[in-house]
Nanobody
Framework: QVQLVESGGGLVQAGDSLRLSCAAS????????LAWFRQAPGKEREFVAI????????AYGDSLKDRFSISRDNTGNTVYLHMTRLTPEDTAVYYC?????????????????WGQGTQVTVSS
């Protein structure tokens, strides 16, 4: 029903900025909330940010709102994650996800669809 493809990951140095993209496709994709999660090696998948179907409402994980910004294009088919002041602790695979349920949005089980992820590596 919904397919998600992430891109934009890579190797950067501490203090750099990076923009991730997620292309979404599906007949009803504009009805979905789109989110970013990340998973570092050996750690549980962590909520990063979410944006509403309209693009007018956003929320962020703890301690991330000062450095990360989520946005959605006018068609609703692409979601972005702008990351600034990156540190090695931001190293992870970043996933986009989609759901029609706005409740409990920090939990992985809430999401109906997931992309394959894009690797972000931040060197010191």
């Amino acid at each position: 029903q919904v397919q998600l493809v992430e891109s934009g990951g890579g190797l950067v140095q501490a203090g750099d900025s990076l923009r991730l993209s997620c292309a979404a496709s599906g007949r009803t994709v504009n009805n979905y909330l789109l989110a970013w999660f990340r998973q570092a090696p050996g750690k549980e998948r962590e909520f990063v940010a979410i944006i509403s179907s309209s693009g007018r409402s956003t929320a962020y994980g703890d301690s991330l709102k000062d450095r990360f910004s989520i946005s959605r294009d006018n068609t609703g088919n692409t979601v972005y994650l702008h990351m600034t002041r990156l540190t090695p602790e931001d190293t992870a695979v970043y996933y986009c996800a989609a759901t029609t349920d706005s409740l409990t949005y920090t939990r992985r089980a809430t999401y109906n669809y997931w992309g394959q992820g894009t690797q972000v590596t931040v060197s010191s």
